[in-house]
Each structure stands twice: as C-alpha cells, then as structure tokens.
C-alpha cells in the first residue's frame, strides 16, 4: 500500500528502505507527500515511486536517460556513490520548499502589520497544514540514513563516503530544526491574527454599546 511510514529494512542480498517526500502543487500551493521505496542491492539501485509523482526522481533519471555519459558518471564509481548522489539529490529537493514557506510567513506577517483581511486567517492554516506534511514525510529520514550507514555494509562500503552520508543525516537535522522554527512562527502568527480578531470585535461591540445608549432613551420617549 502507498504512503507507508519511513523505515529501513536488512536483507541477506540487499537493503530495502522507504522515505516519503514533499511535494509542491503550485495550483492549490499545497505540500504533500510521496512514497519512494529504495532497494540497494550490490550490483545495482532499484526505486519505485508509487504515485509517478516525485519531481527531483523524474527529472534526475530523465537527464540520465539524456546523457549516457552522466549516468555512467553515476554509476559507473559504485553503489555506495550512486546512492548518496541519489539521496542528496532528492534530500536538496527539499530546501526550496522550505524557502517558499518561509516566505508565505514573511507575506502573512506583513498582512497582519498593515492591514485585516479576511483572508488572513486561511492563509496561516494553509501554512501551519504545509508545514505539518513536510514534518510528516521527512520525520524518518534521520533514523533511516542513520541506520544506513550502521548496517550498509554486507551490501556495499560506504568507509570512503561516510563523511558524505554523514552529511545527509546532518542536512535531514538541519531541514527538521528549520520547520520546527517555523512552526513557532506560524503558531505566533495565528495568535496574533486571533488577538486582532478579538480586537476589532471589542471596538465593534463598544460602538454599538455607545449607539444604544443614545438610541434607547429616544426611543422610551
């Protein structure tokens, strides 16, 4: 079944792990996640994308097909460097949507500072739903490249490129950190937007008050 939890599994003759990914839909501007299943063998890389639907996959088999050279490149140095080009490829995939959420926070900070929109307010859970999905898909990444690198070595050495891997598990660190900054903010936000909600209904209230006190004595005359 599709959208499986991020986990790591070892095999006798190779290692099968699966990691989900965010994806942008640019017409809805929502993130969603992808299932891409890996199984690293010692001769070779096998992924699966149940949904056809991971951009950075697509584009980077498509530029292998293009160019026998750059896929010789690839794979020509082994299955331990073929494997990391692969995970970084689709690990810095990752940080142009977390720039794009930064800046529909930047956008939704400066509505609330210049003027109320009624809008406001389904941006800001437009946001906080984004980053919750890209949470979702990459809270295993850690664990998975982590446990990559401790049980990779029936199938491949990864000695020479460990520094490397070790990179990934920093960058999916990094990447989890950065969110979790940006749900504080959004959650800020949200607070704000309702503070000034409940503002402006207090002003509203203190002006009909005010009117219905001028009101009901000519109105008892």
């Not at 599994?9 to 969603?32: A, H, T």
Request: glycine share 4%; net charge negative.
């Amino acid at each position: 079944p599709p959208l499986q939890r991020s986990k790591m599994l070892v095999r006798e003759q190779y290692l099968f792990f699966i990691l989900l990914y965010p994806i942008f839909d640019y017409e809805s501007k929502k993130i969603r996640s992808t299932e891409v299943d890996f199984f690293i063998t010692k001769h070779g890389i096998v992924t699966i994308n149940p949904g056809n639907d991971c951009a950075p996959l697509i584009t980077l088999y498509a530029a292998l097909q293009r160019s026998p050279s750059s896929c010789e490149s690839l794979l020509g140095k082994g299955v331990a460097p073929a494997t990391h080009a692969l995970l970084y490829t689709l690990e810095s995939a990752i940080s142009p949507m977390l720039v794009h959420i930064s800046n529909d926070i930047d956008a939704a900070q400066k509505h609330l500072e210049t003027d109320y929109e009624r809008g406001t307010i389904f941006e800001i859970l437009r946001i906080k739903d984004n980053i919750a999905n890209v949470i979702k898909a990459i809270q295993g990444h850690k664990h998975v490249f982590e446990k990559l690198i401790e049980s990779s070595e029936p199938i491949f050495e990864i000695t020479s490129l460990e520094n490397r891997f070790h990179d990934l598990v920093e960058t999916s660190k990094e990447n989890w950190d950065e969110l979790d900054g940006y749900r504080a903010a959004t959650n800020t936000l949200h607070e704000t937007n309702e503070s000034l909600i409940s503002f402006r209904v207090n002003e509203i209230m203190k002006t009909l008050t005010i009117f219905a006190v001028i009101v009901f004595p000519l109105t008892l005359i």
